[in-house]
């Protein structure tokens, strides 16, 4: 039923590599804001609601993903209708498979919150038709399901999820050539990021009519469904790619301007050091800044920034008692960038 589209999606993969792409890097690393709407291509459909989707620090953190702890989370929240947002991807995708990678939280879910969805993709046809939905379904105050639904109905796992606990979500829309038979998936992981994506999914779902391509992220606060409401959820760390590897492992972008490195780096001194040295990092403009110390192994050992940051330099002094001699790493993040200074404690 795609045949017709086949030309068109070869001539944009040659112009800007659509395939295996990032299409979407999302870590709210800005200021807290009341509403995201018109915020970093964020656009609102349909009625303007009181309950807004609203930034909140600080953000969710998830070992081994790489948008944990990097900005703020977006918060779900509201006492009954709320607004729903869109953001585009930079092209649309009518071949292949959309990939939807992100961290979430579900902190309340008292009994008005039934079942329902927060986040979901949006085709390439113009109008909303929201689907590959992750949805929750309430057991109890504390305990919930998660299933997708391409376009109806929805399909769950018996798998038992829990408030208050941080999972990375992966939402999948597979195109095949058949007439109805693109297939919506969601995998939930409690812990460890798979290098590769896995065999088995935790619910998928092929009912409904295909769409002729994805080009869009949804979020959504009890819009247009009556399930969700007085639910809290936060969201973070949200990826789209065209691969596992472009959405649940995309990497932060390395810094390969050479005017930006003027203006963006890290540095200590002395270095090697005994037990004191001083941190000094410059950032070309606002932003939101973590800085981290990593053992060899990766590990962090030391979270030294974590805020909102002015433009220019900046110094810190940092004491290592309590750390093994070693090489250590550094690492400054901002505005969805980072670079690195090699530290060798001797003792």
Same mark, same amino acid.
């Given at each position: 039923?795609? @045949? ?9 993969? /040659?112009? #800007? ?23 970093? $291509?964020?656009?609102? *459909?349909?009625?303007?609601?009181? $309950? %807004? ?19 703020? *989370?977006?918060? #779900? ?10 953001? $585009? ?7 292949? *498979? ?25 085709? @390439? ?19 919930? @399901? !998660? ?7 929805? =399909? &769950?796992? =018996? ?13 999948? &829309?597979? #195109? ?9 998936? !969601?995998?939930?992981?409690? =812990?460890? !990021? ?27 606060? %009890? ?25 649940? +492992?995309?990497? #932060? *972008? ?13 540095? =200590? ?6 037990? $004191? ?7 070309? %403009?606002?932003?939101?800044?973590? +800085? ?11 979270? /030294?920034? @974590? ?8 110094? +810190? ?5 309590? +750390? ?24």
């Amino acid at each position: 039923m795609k @045949n017709s589209y086949l030309t068109l999606f070869f001539t944009i993969s /040659l112009a #800007i590599s659509a395939f295996s792409q990032n299409l979407l890097t999302e870590d709210f690393v800005y200021d807290p804001v009341d509403s995201l709407e018109e915020t970093r $291509n964020w656009h609102r *459909s349909g009625v303007n609601f009181l $309950n %807004n989707v609203t930034v909140v620090a600080p953000g969710l953190e998830y070992v081994d993903y790489v948008g944990s702890g990097r900005g703020n *989370s977006c918060r #779900i929240t509201n006492d009954g209708d709320g607004d729903i947002l869109l953001r $585009n991807f930079p092209t649309a995708v009518i071949s292949g *498979s959309v990939y939807l990678s992100f961290m979430f939280r579900i902190d309340s879910m008292p009994a008005t919150v039934t079942q329902g969805y927060f986040i979901c993709l949006n085709p @390439n046809t113009g109008g909303t038709y929201l689907n590959t939905a992750l949805y929750i379904k309430r057991l109890s105050s504390t305990e919930f @399901n !998660v299933g997708v639904r391409k376009t109806s109905p929805v =399909n &769950y796992s =018996n798998k038992v999820f829990e408030t208050g606990k941080t999972y990375l979500g992966v939402l999948k &829309y597979a #195109i095949h050539n058949g007439v109805n038979d693109d297939s919506s998936s !969601v995998f939930v992981f409690e =812990n460890g !990021v798979p290098t590769t994506e896995p065999s088995q999914v935790l619910a998928a779902s092929t009912d409904g009519d295909d769409f002729t391509g994805q080009a869009t992220v949804v979020l959504t606060n %009890n819009y247009a469904q009556t399930g969700m409401k007085g639910v809290d959820v936060q969201v973070d760390g949200i990826r789209a790619g065209t691969s596992w590897e472009t959405s649940v +492992l995309a990497m #932060i *972008s390395s810094v390969e301007n050479e005017k930006l490195r003027a203006t963006f780096y890290i540095r =200590n001194a002395p270095n090697p050091f005994a037990q $004191n040295t001083t941190i000094e990092y410059q950032i070309p %403009n606002r932003g939101f800044v973590n +800085l981290k110390m990593m053992d060899a192994s990766g590990k962090p050992c030391a979270e /030294l920034v @974590n805020e909102m940051k002015e433009g220019g330099k900046h110094t +810190l002094d940092y004491n290592a008692t309590g +750390l093994p001699a070693g090489v250590y790493t550094c690492k400054l993040l901002w505005n969805g960038l980072a670079v690195s200074d090699q530290m060798i404690l001797v003792k």
